[in-house]
């Protein structure tokens, strides 16, 4: 595989990996948007009707409490329990006398990841550029292999070439020959120690 087209692939799989996530998560925001916009509009419609219980179709995103000077408290979905901060992001605002307080759900990588894995168009493209990725990291892993083969085999034959020669010229071609074989064996335990991990 030439530098070319690695590069370009290299390109394509994070271009479609990246793509991905911009399509899951701008619908995720997107349906977030929808959902808290019909949220509100429910809990402004049930804060006029003067019921205690703030009905909202998509609670799991946001919470209204509506607190009264009389010790009133409206809230969503009849939430009677300490609500984790950490979780919401929200104000508090003093309206006339009544307190309103309104937490919209902070958005988690979590969050973006199960949209992802629910939009067919953001699976798909997130699974080609696995692929692409995958078939890079494969090739230019057997091209390397396939060098340092190919490296062994000339190193090899240059030992065979001096022992060969030994005779003709026997102190060189000894020390040449020690100098090849500690050069293969150091190579060999690269090897190894590259296979083992």
């Known amino acids: 595989m030439n530098l070319f087209t690695s590069l370009f692939a290299m390109f394509c ?18 349906t977030k948007e929808e959902h808290i ?10 804060i006029k009707s003067n019921s205690n219980q703030i009905v909202l179709p998509y609670g799991e995103d946001m919470v209204v409490v509506v ?19 950490n979780l919401f992001h929200g104000t508090t605002q003093k309206i006339g006398n009544d307190t309103v307080i309104v937490g919209i759900k902070i958005t ?11 939009t067919p168009i953001a699976v ?8 692409i990725a ?6 230019l892993r057997k091209t390397f292999v396939d060098y ?14 001096t022992i060969a020669t030994a005779k003709i010229i026997p102190q060189e071609s000894s020390e040449e020959a020690k100098r090849i ?4 064996l150091s190579y060999a335990k690269e090897r190894s120690k590259e296979s083992k991990s």
């Open 13 to 30: 799989a994070i271009f479609f990996i990246v793509g991905s996530f911009y399509i899951a998560s701008d619908y995720y925001y997107y």
């Open 37 to 46: 916009s019909k949220d509100m509009a429910m809990a402004l419609y049930s």
């Open 67 to 85: 607190r009264t000077p009389n010790g009133v408290i409206k809230s969503t979905n009849l939430i009677n329990h300490p609500i984790d901060q």
């Open 108 to 118: 988690s990588f979590g969050d973006i990841m199960t949209e992802l894995f629910k």
């Open 124 to 131: 798909g493209m997130f699974l080609i550029g696995l692929a």
């Open 134 to 139: 995958t078939w890079i990291v494969w090739s």
């Open 148 to 161: 340092l083969d190919e490296e062994l085999i000339e190193r090899l034959k240059a030992l065979r070439l």
């Open 181 to 184: 074989i500690d050069i293969i």
